[in-house]
């Protein structure tokens, strides 16, 4: 039987650790004995989090960084270097939503979106790959989302980067198989974070629509996200490859299994 990972005196790197599942996470790994790097281009979240979470035992630094600039990222390793003795954890959970239609979602917008839940993946990995190899015991966790297993309507934007780390995580695990890194890779669903309210209006949707979509998806996050922060941390010390969030996201995986073409004809009923 594998051994559980022991996340006691191990440091973790979290981006979008200003709130939401970032947050619940930081605080599930706290409670555990990790110290922690946490990172987001909200500095007032940040030091909410630290707030939160800071003990005289561990070492817990903040660090205001946009995931979707290459030279942030670049130099961040060094960063989190002169503070901690170690990585043993990076946590990809940084991630913006985009909703409308192909028709309505410019190429900027796509752009945008993907330079932050796609490349911000990519890159954060790249660049603290040397540090996690340094450990004797480590592991990559990628923020993918339910639709990362299955592509709803007016989402193809968000959908698209999330299959995207989806295999970007898949194909990383089976190259890393048998190293000291290994790859989890996370799938919520309905939690209940800020990620609606603050998606991105694209440019072909008008404020008004904007709005009819957000009341439409906030009955659907209904998951507290500490309980989403504590699913996450205990899959990484089963050392899980798939991580599942809510019951909504076992019975999406199950019906796209099942029903891998016409999948989103039981789903929008459900969802109606």
Known sequence: MT???????????????????????AVSLVRRGCHLALADVD??????????VRTNALRVSTH????????????????VS?????????????GVALGGRFDQVS???????????????????????????????ACIVNLSSVYGLVAPPEQVAYSASK???????????????????????????????????????????SEEEMEKRRRKYRKLLRLPPEVAGETIVT???RRQARVLIGSDAKFISLISRLLPVSYWKVMAKQMS
């Open 3 to 25: 051994q559980p990972m022991r996340l006691e005196g191990r440091t973790a790197v979290i981006t979008g650790a200003a709130g939401g599942i970032g947050r619940a996470i």
């Open 82 to 94: 002169a503070a901690h003795d170690s990585v043993d954890l990076l946590v990809n959970n940084a």
């Open 107 to 137: 190429d900027k917008d796509f752009e945008w979106l993907f330079e932050i839940n796609f490349w911000g993946v990519v890159r954060m990995t790249r660049a603290f790959m040397p540090l996690l190899r340094a450990s004797n015991d």
């Open 64 to 79: 205001r960084i946009d995931v979707a600039d290459r030279n942030d990222v670049a130099a961040f390793p060094d960063v």
């Open 163 to 205: 299959f995207a780390v989806r295999g970007f995580s898949e194909a990383l695990r089976h190259e890393l198989a048998g190293s000291n890194v290994a790859v989890t890779v996370v799938h919520p669903a309905g939690v209940n974070t800020m990620i609606a309210e603050k998606a991105r209006v694209p440019t072909g949707i």
């Open 43 to 52: 500095e007032n979240g940040l030091v909410e989090t630290a707030d939160l």
């Open 235 to 237: 899959g990484i010390e």
